[in-house]
């Protein structure tokens, strides 16, 4: 069984950057994937960033592309998700989350549903102040 632990988020003023981690453990991972959400007060859960363990280019939804970056450290089977020039529009909680899939399916877009997903951390506040 996949667990996932995260570090803790923060409170940033706009502007401003945050990096959370995401520890991995209980699988071999080269056929996994390790995907970043969030959920806004209100909101529906929403894909953040991608990364496979096994290869392929990081993927990003259009609202957090040239602001986010999401990398791995294999040794340490640890994600990343740097976040720069943090908005208050980012404020949410922050979910970090590993599925069993193909590098195949991954590059073919099977990365940003929920249920593409089948282990999730606990979540972590980030909150950007304006």
């Known amino acids: 069984q996949v667990q996932l632990v995260e570090s803790a988020g923060g409170l940033v003023q706009a502007g401003g950057s945050l990096r959370l981690s995401c520890a991995v453990s209980g699988r071999t991972f080269a056929n996994y994937i390790t995907g970043w959400f969030r959920q806004a007060p209100g909101k529906e859960r929403e894909f953040v960033a991608a990364?496979?363990?096994?290869?392929?280019?990081?993927k990003y939804a259009d609202s957090v592309k040239g602001r986010f970056t999401i990398t791995k450290d294999n040794a340490k089977n640890t994600v990343y998700l740097q976040m720069n020039s943090l908005k208050p529009e980012d404020t949410a909680i922050h979910y970090c989350?590993?599925?069993?899939?193909?590098?195949?399916?991954?590059?073919?877009?099977?990365?940003?549903?929920?249920?593409?997903?089948?282990?999730w951390g606990q979540g972590t506040q980030v909150t950007v102040s304006s």
């Open positions: 990364i496979a363990w096994g290869g392929g280019s990081a």
């Open positions: 989350a590993a599925g069993r899939q193909n590098l195949t399916y991954y590059s073919g877009g099977v990365y940003y549903r929920e249920r593409d997903y089948d282990a």
